[in-house]
């Protein structure tokens, strides 16, 4: 073995391979659901999960299928075939994917076991409760409905007692579709777990604090899984203390991610899931490490409200409260605190063509933070999942001139 | 016809509303049909229904990408440019995603005025959905008093429902005239009332559809039959392209319409006893959904087909802009429901202005021509 | 009963005449700026071919985006009708019809009685137009004519994703840049225009036997990838072209 293919192996995450085995069976216990008499909620990627888990539902997210959908380069095939459906080629199109796998069972694992009932929680967006409505009708099942305002400026108490009282029809919702007694004390258990494995993923979100850096937000897209889908279980818990293990030992060991880091880079927005390799080695071709991203840390970005003590209380502004549902100004701030955090160089931005809340907003937020940090921004335009609207020659261009414009700016 | 004055508002509404303004009137802009009027008008100030602008876009494009439609387009130019200075304030509702975004936008870059973000709820059919609307409304009204520096009675309120419902009734007396004598009143005619409503000083809307309604009469002996060229229409803003007439010159007759600033506009009264917020909350709740509510499963599909048969229409011409997502996820399933009662329909997507050439005009022309 | 059509199309106006139902004579010239006087031309010379003075002809139609500038027409027509009409006339058994023109694509869905059941158009983008051919000609140097037979003799086709002509066409000068294959190129082409017409063609829901018009239907390639994404043959009509004008008058007789 050289000493090249020596450093590449180094440089591989050892626990990628507990990852994939967890989503695995992950999967294959969801599938088996109706055999093995479990019920299955389908839900979003920003919605209540804890009170699932303590009620022993299998929780299913359609984004994270989308998210595999993208990354198996099945989108087009499936947006094509919502589109086919009446479905506008402007749509989501995690959305256009879904709703069409839906009806062919199709996609990287032969479609989602079949819900017993939908959760949509409109934090994350309004496209979420048009897709849910589409699938209640289309699977006949029961949907809830977290209605969590929007806090362009700030929480309002009446937000706060609406959402609160959301929360308990959320119960008896559970109940009812369930059939059986909410358990309380349960419940204060998966509260506990859900936030320590938030804590976690924060603290492995983190060790990019160091350069080199540990890992890239590339790796981050991929660890993300069980935060969104297994929140709240000890085994997302015992996983990231394992990825943080090793993350803190590839620290002390001095193990970058990229080769002779040189500039750090923080990425906004979803991934593009059909080309992260393609972009990870872009980047880091020119030396370059993505240290942090808006979107994975979107899964602990309301953890300042919670309260592990009494979580069903603190859930209703955690929910409410998360990244996407604030104002430009505030989701500036949160991309400026994440700078200095990381001290990143640069700033890539996703205009993701599929997601308006996150996107809307992002030319804004650039000359917010040029304004305030002088932090260069580039913009790649393309699609989460639909890969017709990647321009390879467009952003391979772009990229270039961005790093050629760093690399001027360091020298000078 | 006896419309004139409206035709002059509507091609210049940011000069209507400086003329108002300079006769000492507080104009409020809001950008959506879930801003209650009746509580701008109780706090003494013209409401005025921001469309968005036909000028050619400069600005909003260094703040918006090019997937976000033209009606947001358009309003931000509205503001960016200085037109929109004549308002002495702004609401946003919790609509859509772009017009969320909008909001913060328009509050980070265009000065002067206040800046009120109305969070309804999304659902509309929960107790706490109800309580938490009424709960924002009553904070709407007490930020609204507190920005123009009134003070509103239950009185004032009072008189805005009333004068808001004498708005609905009119506009739906004249519907219905036109539903029975379309001959009476030309489309592009409703088109400009419909745009007007939203703009003009309102006891001068209520002055012409006073006017219009006795001077058509209330000949109300026919009743339209169901024709195979009867064309609902149904979509968000009617602000532009003028569909009425793109469909009389296709040959089809606009025999009713479910734009939000059009058939939807008057639907449900206000009801006038009680408390008047209350009562402005339960319309709300009670009328046909916009896509961005919820309101069950089958509120909309259930109200078009009830809709094209009451109206006899023989098909349903979708208009929606493009980008605009709530509609087009609907899309799909209102066509399938209608065409198992048997109603074809044709999907236009529009942008404002349209594009040059004249595709629309062969998709109208072909699908009438398809009905015969 | 002697009736003629003319489709005064963006680029080309075409005429037709038919006697009871059989085509007499066609004719094909470019529109230019005058669309009255090119679709006036082209009936003209239609009608001397066929042998037939203006003052034989009991009822002329037009349709195209020039259909209401022409002073003789008695009917105007859009040209969905009409090209439903005209392959029913001529080739009854189709059932669904797809035109593709320069800047305009169509699929139209036919009922047995050669009625139109159902259509798409294209939005405003030119992908899977034939303007999207011309633009890609351009990139490659090479003759539109020549795309289809060169395309026949690609190894494989190359891979253009992007549904925008202005990224696509970067896309293909990005191939030849890494040095891909002319022919395969272009067979990549006509992969990606099929791709964007099959999408459309799925959204009408088609049903079989297909027929293909317009100017593109005279590229083997793109008819040859459309073939396979469909599954199943296509047949082209002799008259493609000028199926819209033989329509019209089929339309003219019947008003």
């Not at chain 2, 913060?104 to 309580?131: E, Q």
């Not at chain 2, 979509?235 to 009713?256: H, K, Q, Y």
């Not at chain 2, 074809?344 to 699908?367: H, K, M, Y």
Request: aromatic share 8%; net charge negative; hydrophobic share 40%.
């Amino acid at each position: 073995m050289n000493a090249r293919t020596d450093e590449k192996e180094r440089k591989k995450i050892k626990a990628v391979k507990k990852m994939k085995e967890i989503m695995t069976f992950y999967y294959i216990d969801a599938k088996t659901a109706s055999e093995t008499g479990k019920k299955v909620a389908w839900i979003t990627s920003g919605g209540p999960v804890e009170p699932l888990i303590a009620m022993d539902v299998i929780p299913v997210y359609p984004e994270n299928h989308g998210a595999m959908i993208g990354a198996a380069k099945m989108g087009v095939e499936l947006c094509e075939k919502a589109e086919a459906m009446g479905y506008s080629g402007d749509l989501c199109s995690y959305a256009r994917s879904d709703i069409a796998c839906a009806t062919v069972n199709g996609g990287p694992i032969g479609g989602l076991p079949r819900p017993d009932m939908l959760v949509c929680c409109n934090n994350i967006c309004g496209t979420v409760l048009k897709w849910y409505e589409i699938q209640a009708r289309y699977f006949n099942c029961p949907l809830f409905i977290l209605d969590t305002p929007f806090c362009h400026t700030s929480f309002s108490a009446e937000a706060k007692r609406y959402v609160r009282r959301q929360i308990d029809e959320y119960i008896t919702f559970l109940e009812d579709v369930c059939k059986k007694p909410f358990d309380r004390d349960r419940m204060a258990e998966v509260g506990r777990l859900s936030i320590e494995g938030q804590r976690l993923w924060q603290a492995v979100l983190d060790t990019t604090i160091n350069r080199p850096a540990p890992m890239t937000a590339f790796d981050a897209f991929f660890h993300l899984a069980l935060i969104v889908t297994l929140r709240g279980t000890q085994q997302a818990v015992d996983y990231y203390r394992l990825l943080l293990d090793e993350m803190n030992e590839r620290v002390r060991e001095g193990v970058g991610a990229v080769d002779e880091e040189k500039y750090r880079l923080l990425w906004d927005n979803l991934p593009i899931w059909y080309r992260t390799k393609w972009l990870s080695d872009k980047f880091a071709a020119h030396g370059a490490c993505l240290v942090a991203d808006t979107y994975t840390s979107a899964w602990c970005s309301s953890l300042k409200y919670m309260n592990e003590d009494d979580f069903l209380e603190s859930m209703a502004e955690g929910y409410t409260r998360i990244y996407l549902n604030i104002g430009v100004d505030e989701m500036a701030r949160t991309v400026i605190a994440m700078i200095d955090k990381y001290g990143a160089d640069g700033l890539v931005m996703h205009s993701n063509r599929s997601c308006k809340p996150y996107s809307l907003g992002q030319y804004d937020i650039r000359s917010i933070v040029e304004r305030e940090r002088g932090v260069p921004t580039l913009i790649i335009e393309a699609d989460m999942c639909d890969e017709r609207n990647f321009a390879e020659a467009q952003i391979e261009g772009r990229i270039d001139a961005f790093m050629e414009m760093m690399a001027a700016k360091g020298s000078a | 016809m006896k419309f004139d004055r409206l035709k002059e508002i509507v091609e210049d509404p940011w000069g209507t509303l400086g003329e108002m303004k300079e006769r000492g009137k507080k104009v409020v802009g809001y950008a959506c049909s879930y801003v209650p009027e009746e509580l701008i008008i109780a706090a003494g100030a013209h409401p005025a229904r921001l469309t968005g602008t036909r000028e050619g876009i400069r600005l909003a494009d260094g703040h918006l990408q090019s997937y976000c439609c033209s009606l947001v387009r358009g309003i931000l130019e509205d503001g960016l440019s200085g037109r929109g200075a004549v308002l002495d304030g702004v609401v946003f509702p919790h609509t859509c995603d772009s017009i969320q975004r909008l909001s913060d936008i328009w509050r980070l870059n265009v000065k002067g005025g206040f800046h009120l973000d109305l969070v309804l709820p999304v659902k509309l059919d929960t107790d706490s959905a109800r309580d938490y609307l009424v709960d924002v409304l009553k904070r709407f009204l007490s930020d609204l008093e507190r920005a123009l520096g009134v003070e509103v009675s239950e009185a004032d309120l009072r008189a805005s429902c009333l004068l808001t419902n004498e708005i609905r009734r009119l506009l739906h007396e004249l519907y219905m005239i036109r539903w029975r004598r379309p001959e009476l009143l030309a489309g592009a005619d409703l088109h400009l009332l419909n745009r007007a409503v939203g703009i003009a000083d309102r006891n001068l809307i209520v002055e012409t559809l006073r006017e219009a309604v006795a001077d058509l009469g209330a000949d109300g002996a026919r009743e339209t039959t169901k024709g195979n060229k009867n064309i609902l229409l149904a979509g968000g803003m009617c602000s532009t392209p003028d569909i009425f007439n793109l469909v009389a010159e296709a040959g089809g007759r606009v025999v009713w319409d479910d734009f939000c600033n059009g058939g939807r506009m008057f639907l449900e009264p206000l009801r006038l006893d009680g408390d008047p917020i209350a009562a402005v909350a339960d319309r709300f709740l009670s009328r046909v959904v916009c896509p961005c509510k919820h309101r069950g499963l089958t509120d909309r599909a259930n109200h078009l087909k009830a809709l094209a048969t009451e109206r006899g229409a023989g098909a349903v011409v979708f208009v929606h802009l493009k980008y605009c997502d709530p509609h087009a996820f609907d899309f799909p399933y209102l066509k399938a429901e209608l065409e198992k009662t048997g109603i074809p329909s044709l999907l236009l997507e529009v942008e404002d202005p349209l594009p040059p050439g004249a595709q629309i005009r062969t998709r109208l022309e072909a699908f009438l021509e398809m009905l015969d | 009963m002697i009736t003629a059509g003319v489709d005064i199309g963006s680029i080309t106006a075409k005429a037709a005449v038919l006697k009871e139902g059989e085509v007499l004579a066609v004719s094909v010239g470019f529109t230019g700026y005058n669309a009255a006087q090119a679709g006036m031309k082209v009936l003209a010379e239609a009608l001397a071919e066929a042998g037939v003075a203006m003052e034989g002809v009991d009822a002329v139609a037009a349709t195209g985006y020039g259909r209401r500038s022409l002073p003789v027409a008695g009917t105007i027509v859009t040209e969905i009708t009409c090209h439903a009409a005209g392959v029913h006339l001529l080739h009854p058994r189709i059932r669904t019809l797809v035109d593709i023109g320069g800047q305009d694509s169509k699929a139209i869905l036919m009922g047995d009685d050669g009625k139109v059941k159902n259509f798409v158009m294209n939005d405003k983008c030119a992908a899977g137009t034939g303007r999207f051919l011309e633009v890609m000609a351009r990139a490659l140097e090479v003759d539109l004519d020549s795309f289809g037979e060169l395309s026949q003799r690609a190894e494989r086709a190359a891979r253009i994703s992007n549904l925008c002509t202005v990224f696509a066409e970067s896309e293909v000068i990005s191939l030849i840049a890494a040095g891909e294959e002319r022919e395969n190129i272009i067979a990549g082409i006509h992969e990606a225009i099929g791709s964007r017409v099959f999408a459309m063609i799925n959204r009408l829901g088609y049903k079989e036997p297909i027929m293909m018009t317009g100017g593109v239907a005279k590229n083997k390639g793109v008819v040859a990838a459309l073939e396979r994404q469909l599954g199943c043959p296509i047949e082209i009509s002799p008259y493609a072209q000028c199926m819209g004008a033989i329509g019209a008058a089929v339309v003219a007789r019947e008003k």
